[in-house]
């Protein structure tokens, strides 16, 4: 799915300041203590919750959250083989880049641009959804989707006044029941993943952001009350109607197959199982559905209790790419202790490799397919599979 340029640029700026920050600290210990539910991953180490209130002991699916980045091992080099010819003495070594070299001026300039930002977006669409940085205009949504899909960045990159002051916004003039359809994913991945991101990183210590999200997960929970489990599209915030995109001949693939875990982890800090079970009881329908490549269709048709795939387009861009990116993440998220969601991964995966990707020259690149029949067409949304692989080879060894 398509996402607004200020939170791609948020995202740009996250990351650019993640692998800054990694290769100052690869020569520390990293904790390898078990993730256990009574636990809360917070950075630099993992603190007990006192607060059982949010805290469901018997779940048996704590997720990884901001520990997942640490757990990724930037220094682990796969093996290079030494060649047979000519014959001579080889270290096996990979060459190593010192990525210590300026590195404190290209933090603070990661950290400066993304001030420069957030002070644009203050000055001119405060509490709108998102900002035309070129015309220095607005759009007219009003639930602060960039400040809350911000907050997590922003607290890694040390701007705790920012940081409080979008807190503040939420906790004090956030109106949510406000008469306006939203696109259940989006909501999802941007406001109730935005308030989760933002709680578990800064500690746990604004129980405003978690009563924010239990607001949200509940709207998001009236969008599930079809006999087939699959969410609606899009909800009305005050009246709780629903519909779903016309074009689509039904439901979206990366629309209900990316709000698992999000829904898990709403489950997992405040003991309430319905809206994990909500997003299960989806994400079950997808997997039965799914061929032995596990390689999903685009659209799903919804009739009453059934289902079935409204179309034979595959691809891992636009309305499919989340799909594959969470079915990892979802494995990651119960500290790989579920074997069934590994393995839906690796099958697709699998299935990624075989049938979709080719060498073009000296590039890899990912294809589409139609009715079985690949087309040499690229989405650009696809451009997360070398990431998603990357963590999938760090994860399953």
Partial sequence: MV??????????????????????????????????????????????????????????????????AREQSVSRQPEVPCPAEPARSCSAERPKTNFSVGVL???????????????????????????????????????????????????????????????????????????????????????????????????????????????????????????????????????????????????????????????RTLTWLTGNSAYAAAGDRAFRGLVELLPSSGLGFTFIQVNQAKLKWGSEHVNLGGRSDSFYEYLLKQWLLTARSDDGLRDVFVRSANGILEQLMTRAGNTTVILQMDHGVRKAEIDHLACFVGGLFALAGDALG
Avoid at 26 to 36: G, I, Q, V, Y
Avoid at 148 to 177: H, M, P, Q, Y
């Fill in 105 to 263: 001026e290209r933090r603070q300039a990661v950290v400066d641009a993304l001030r420069h930002a957030w002070d644009s977006y203050r000055r001119v669409a405060w509490g709108k959804d998102e900002l035309h940085p070129l015309t220095n205009t607005s759009t007219s949504g009003v639930y602060g989707l960039s400040i809350v899909s911000a907050l997590d960045t922003l607290w890694l990159a040390g701007l705790k006044e920012e940081f409080a002051r979008g807190v503040a916004w939420i906790c004090g003039e956030l109106r949510l029941r406000q008469h306006m359809q939203q696109n259940v994913f989006e909501f999802t991945i941007r406001m109730l993943g935005g308030l989760l991101g933002a709680f578990l990183i800064s500690g746990e210590i604004h129980d405003c952001l978690i009563n924010r999200a239990v607001e949200v997960g509940d709207v998001i929970l009236k969008a599930f009350k079809e006999p087939h489990g699959m969410p609606a599209a899009n909800i009305d915030m005050v009246t709780y109607s629903t519909s779903n995109h016309g074009w689509a001949n039904g439901v979206v693939l990366a629309e209900v197959g990316t709000l698992q875990l999000e829904l």
């Fill in 3 to 68: 996402r607004p340029t200020f939170r791609r640029l948020l995202v740009y700026i996250a990351l650019l300041v993640a692998l800054l920050t990694v290769t100052r600290s690869t020569a520390e210990s990293r904790d390898t203590e078990p993730f256990t539910p009574s636990r809360v991953v917070t950075p630099p180490t993992m603190l007990p919750s006192n607060e059982p209130r949010r805290v469901a002991a018997a779940l048996p699916a704590a997720p990884k959250a901001v520990a997942l």
